[in-house]
């Protein structure tokens, strides 16, 4: 897992600035993604070579006074609990308020490294300001201008130097694998019964955080890392509180994934929270299995098993192509099943195809159906290739490729998978001009 890095304090003083700032400089930011509620997002920031997650938190809102504690307490104890490195952001033309003082009161408690940041400095005029800041116990205020991103990169500099060096884990696991889903639907029986198999566990190690933990286990001479996260609500349920990092957490473990293992409780089905984290699965170019688990709390007969999975592909067709098993992890029904498809995704991940056969087993395809002529213009695609595995990506080089459609695309990904056998694995396509 990356650091952490949030950004704090009262509201309007430059925080999402800030934190849009870093974002455009030197094109730093791998991916950016919406937080779980109207005010937060955060994005995983690289810079000098190190990557850390950058948070972008809500501004202690100002209600009436029977809220103010409660509010100012509420998200200065959330960064203090969650962060590697705390941004406490004041504003340079105002000088310190009442409410920078509380927020300085409770950082003081915890035992996280603490940026003193003092925005709107934007001249050389201003820099004096900063040192009025002094005496809220954090050393001397670095002094910015979000808007104008005056010292940002050294600003970022400072962060780098002063997050911590975690130890990089050793990456030669043959499989990373996550658990996820939405809370009680059996991760943590399914990560029992994975680590019990053979009783061959290597090792247990504590996660950077509270809620994830990466154990390791052999199975069929192959060492596997799992990641069991917590379970996450729907987005709508997710309240202002530590709910929020256990997000972003389980963005981290994605993003950390070879092979995602998506648990489903049958009994509830698909909420809106399951279907967004399985999208950015798939964006993310992860392996991809459903689990629909407590299968043994069904009534069922011989058809009943085919009906859910036309239920599910007719309802979300994307889930076509990865595979669906229907488990009991307390019975430990099928959960081998499962592992032996992770093994064997991992495998058809890293496959590779020459050119030649890639081209003539497409080529037939594209003979057979080819692009549908748009505006008078015909589109030819004159070449494919492989351009890298693990996962695979592929290359499509024709006269016209901004005429093709979404449904062409994802017709030749379908092509793809049936002709190569790439079920359950990522796969991305690239349409650039010959």
Not at 209 to 228: C, W
Not at 306 to 335: C, G, Q, V
Not at 398 to 413: A, G, R, S, W
Request: hydrophobic share 40%; net charge positive.
């Amino acid at each position: 897992m990356s650091n952490v890095v949030a950004i704090v304090g009262r509201p309007n003083i430059g925080k999402s600035t800030l934190f849009n700032r870093f974002l455009k400089q030197r094109k730093a930011i791998v991916h950016k993604i919406e937080g779980v509620t109207r005010d937060r997002v955060y994005s995983e920031v690289m810079w000098n070579g190190q990557n850390f997650t950058i948070i972008d938190t809500g501004g202690i809102m100002i209600h009436p006074k029977n809220m103010i504690d409660k509010n100012v307490r509420k998200q200065a104890l959330i960064a203090s609990n969650e962060a590697d490195l705390i941004l406490f952001m004041v504003d340079a033309t105002t000088g310190i308020t009442d409410y920078d003082m509380e927020i300085s009161r409770i950082l003081k408690r915890s035992k996280k490294s603490i940026l003193l940041v003092a925005n709107k400095v934007d001249n050389e005029a201003l820099e004096n300001s900063k040192y009025e800041f002094y005496s809220l116990g954090f050393g001397e205020a670095f002094g910015v201008s979000a808007i104008s991103g005056r010292n940002s990169g050294d600003l970022l500099d400072k962060i780098t130097e002063l997050l911590p060096q975690k130890a990089k884990k050793k990456k030669n696991y043959f499989l990373n694998l996550s658990l996820l889903g939405m809370p009680n639907a059996g991760k943590s029986t399914f990560a029992n019964a994975f680590l019990g198999v053979e009783r061959h566990i290597v090792t247990d190690i504590p996660g950077t955080t509270r809620d994830s933990v990466d154990s390791q286990f052999i199975y069929n001479k192959k060492m596997i890392n799992i990641i069991d996260t917590a379970g996450l609500r729907n987005k709508s349920k997710i309240t202002d509180s530590l709910e929020y990092f256990s997000y972003v957490r389980t963005q981290q473990s994605i993003s950390a994934s070879d092979i995602c293992i998506y648990i489903i409780d049958i009994n509830k089905g698909f909420a809106k929270q399951d279907i967004r984290l399985i999208n950015f699965i798939i964006e993310s170019h992860k392996g991809l299995i459903i689990a629909f688990n407590k299968w043994d709390l069904v009534k069922k007969d011989e058809f009943t098993a085919d009906e859910y999975l036309h239920w599910t592909h007719l309802r979300y067709p994307m889930l076509k192509h990865f595979p669906i098993f229907f488990t009991s992890a307390i019975n430990r029904n099928n959960l081998l099943k499962v592992l032996n498809e992770a093994l064997l995704l991992q495998v058809r991940k890293k496959t590779e195809i020459k050119t030649t056969i890639l081209n003539k087993v497409i080529g037939n395809v594209l003979k057979r159906t080819p692009p549908q002529a748009i505006n008078g213009k015909y589109i030819k695609i004159k070449y494919i290739t492989q351009l890298k595995s693990n996962p695979p990506f592929f290359g499509f080089f024709c006269n016209e490729p901004k005429l093709l459609t979404v449904q062409y695309k994802k017709f030749l990904e379908s092509k793809l998978r049936e002709n190569f056998n790439f079920h359950g694995v990522p796969l991305g396509l690239f349409f650039k001009k010959k």
